[in-house]
């Protein structure tokens, strides 16, 4: 059981350039989602999932595209980098509706220069 | 706009004091809220939560207040540990729909022996 897990943990970009943040999860948890956490500004909800095949927009998911194809991985996509995303993004899983079982990976660096 | 307003940015407490941060909330639809703990380098985890039937929740040293008129609530950490040295971070949502979760900007707390 290795819980949530995130790559890279780190990674630097040029403006413009895309990348994907992978996330996973072998917990069987329909819940999936993504934040970002800022200095000063604590964790905002990017955009989340409740299975396989549905998602949703947080409160900041403009630049950001998501998927779920699957009930173990939940990828983040920027399709063109930005500096005002460079930020710590977490991933986190659980049951719906069920915070106690929530669970957040140990985060990516991101850094668009 | 922030929704959920966490004060203060950032603590210092000599060991065995307490240790007392604050939030206070807008959005009176908000019945659930749950505060979580970060080490350096880690991804939040809950540490305890309330929902607003009641005034106050304990769980061993750490304690939620709550004050639904005054849309406040706070967490104080009684005989604070240096190993309580974290960024705590309060949070807010609606029970019944835990997919948005509103993170305050978080406490910065160090305890000193």
């Known amino acids: 059981n290795a819980g949530v897990t995130q790559t890279p943990k780190f990674q630097v970009l040029k403006t413009g350039q895309s990348m994907t943040l992978q996330c996973a999860q072998d917990?069987?948890?329909?819940?999936m989602s993504w934040y970002r956490q800022d200095p000063g500004m604590g964790l905002r909800l990017i955009h989340y999932?409740?299975?396989?095949?549905?998602?949703d927009q947080g409160e900041v998911p403009n630049g950001y595209n998501v998927s779920r194809s699957t009930t173990e991985d939940f990828p983040l996509r920027l399709l063109s980098a930005a500096p005002s995303q460079t930020s710590v993004y977490f991933c986190?899983?659980?049951?719906?509706?069920?915070?106690?079982?929530?669970?957040f990976g140990p985060g990516t660096r991101l850094l668009v220069l | 706009q922030q929704q959920v307003k966490q004060s203060p940015q950032s603590l210092i407490v000599q060991k065995g004091g307490i240790s007392i941060i604050n939030c206070a909330y807008e959005n009176t639809a908000f019945d659930y809220f749950p505060w979580y703990q970060q080490f350096p380098g880690k991804g939040p985890a809950l540490l305890i939560a309330i929902r607003p039937d009641v005034s106050e929740k304990k769980e061993g040293r750490f304690t939620i207040s709550f004050n639904k008129s005054a849309k406040q609530f706070s967490l104080h950490i009684m005989d604070s540990q240096p190993g309580d040295s974290a960024t705590y971070f309060c949070a807010a949502a609606v029970f019944y729909n835990t997919d948005k979760l509103i993170f305050g900007t978080g406490t910065r707390l160090q305890v000193f022996p």
């Open positions: 999932s409740v299975g396989a095949g549905i998602t």
């Open positions: 917990m069987n948890h329909e819940y």
């Open positions: 986190a899983s659980g049951h719906r509706g069920v915070l106690e079982t929530q669970y």
